[in-house]
């Protein structure tokens, strides 16, 4: 009897092994965000595989005033800035909802153009802001997709200074299609379209780029940082719930007029 429990411990061990997968990423906690107005980088930093970027917290941002902003300077060599670890984990919940999106406030304060730089013939920049979200980031299977904005930004010397908001979808696959919104569109750059599911359910990293041309001295606004559900598309099909809550009100609604009609023909009855 002990030698069959043995046996059947034995397989239950080897099964557990093969079934396991490692740590599950965990759903993100809405709404996730960070607008530095705390005085805290709330793990916002140099990426560690681009760190050549100076990070300070300084005034006034978007809203003016006292409003903090992370500032970020352009230092020789590779440069961008990863997000802190709060809004990482599984974003299926969040894609599902259909109104999903990732939010942040960006602004070009110097884009390094000098005379002469052959990336300057127009004496300045233009640039399309991105991000990137990473799984398995410079190792064997890595992941990667990019949020292009649809619009060029510039400093001030450029037709479109200031800061600049952008929301990227986030969204499940659509008929083989990666979301796109009037801010942008995303695309896989590393693996391709059909790893974009598990991507949203397992990435580790959220990077944003700091170098534009290859001059250091770029000097970059972000702020206002938001992982959102209810940024729903203009026109959007209602959800399941939302028509019932459609149909519950119209029947309502016709409840009460039929009361209504029925209590005046009563009265008009009993004059």
């Not at 019932?244 to 209504?260: A, E, H, K, P, S």
């Amino acid at each position: 009897m002990f030698v069959k429990c043995k046996h059947i411990c034995f397989v239950i061990i080897i099964l557990s092994l093969l079934t396991y997968t490692g740590p599950q990423a965990q759903p993100v906690s809405l709404p996730c965000c960070t607008d530095f107005n705390d005085s805290l980088l709330h793990g916002y930093g140099p990426c560690p595989s681009h760190p050549n970027v100076s990070i300070t917290l300084v005034t006034p941002g978007p809203a003016g005033g006292g409003d903090i902003y992370l500032r970020a300077v352009d230092l020789p060599n590779s440069s961008s800035i990863c997000a802190g670890p709060d809004c990482l984990g599984d974003l299926t919940d969040v894609a599902s909802s259909g109104c999903g999106a990732f939010c942040f406030d960006v602004r070009i304060f110097e884009d390094a153009c000098v005379p002469g730089h052959p990336s300057c013939s127009l004496g300045y920049q233009p640039f399309a802001p991105y991000f990137a979200i990473d799984y398995k980031f410079g190792e064997p299977g890595e992941l990667r997709a990019i949020f292009r904005a649809s619009f060029e930004i510039t400093d001030s010397a450029g037709p479109n200074p200031g800061w600049h908001s952008i929301c990227a979808p986030i969204e499940l696959l659509n008929n083989g299609q990666l979301p796109s919104n009037a801010d942008g569109f995303w695309e896989m750059t590393r693996g391709d379209s059909s790893n974009w599911d598990f991507l949203l359910a397992n990435f580790t990293k959220i990077w944003f780029p700091v170098d534009i041309i290859p001059n250091p001295g770029e000097i970059f606004g972000y702020d206002n940082f938001c992982l959102r559900d209810d940024v729903c598309p203009q026109g959007q099909i209602p959800t399941l719930t939302e028509w019932g809550m459609i149909i519950f009100c119209v029947l309502l609604f016709g409840w009460m007029t039929w009361v209504v009609v029925r209590r005046r023909r009563m009265v008009t009855v009993g004059i």
